[in-house]
């Protein structure tokens, strides 16, 4: 059986892995993609944390991880709908090449 400290780690590990992606990554959806799995990171956290609390049955810590996913899922859409925009004006996704948003 797991314990707490053995889901810190794969959170941690899954955070590094979406902050180096958002860091070293220059194309938008390689960058949402390594958004998303810190989201998923911090997700995990809080089931390992309301798993392991006092009073599981509280259900707090699923709440906040239903709310979570809830945000995730809007900031995916927009951040797609801007990237697909992005990409029919200047025909990349690289964030480098794409200079200024002035239409």
């Known amino acids: 059986m797991s314990s707490l400290p053995h889901y810190l780690l794969l959170s941690a590990m899954l955070f590094a892995i979406g902050l180096a992606g958002t860091l ?8 949402l993609i390594g958004i ?4 998923n990171a911090a997700n995990l ?23 979570s996913i809830g945000i995730a899922a809007a900031e995916a859409a927009v951040g797609l709908a801007l ?8 025909k990349t996704t690289n964030l480098d090449e794409v200079r200024g948003l002035k239409g």
């Open 45 to 67: 956290n809080f089931i390992a944390f309301w798993r392991f609390s006092e009073h599981p049955e509280a259900l707090t810590g699923v709440m906040f991880v239903i709310f």
């Open 83 to 90: 990237i697909i925009a992005i990409y029919r004006h200047y």
């Open 36 to 39: 998303e799995l810190m989201l």
């Open 24 to 31: 070293t990554r220059r194309n938008a959806i390689m960058m």
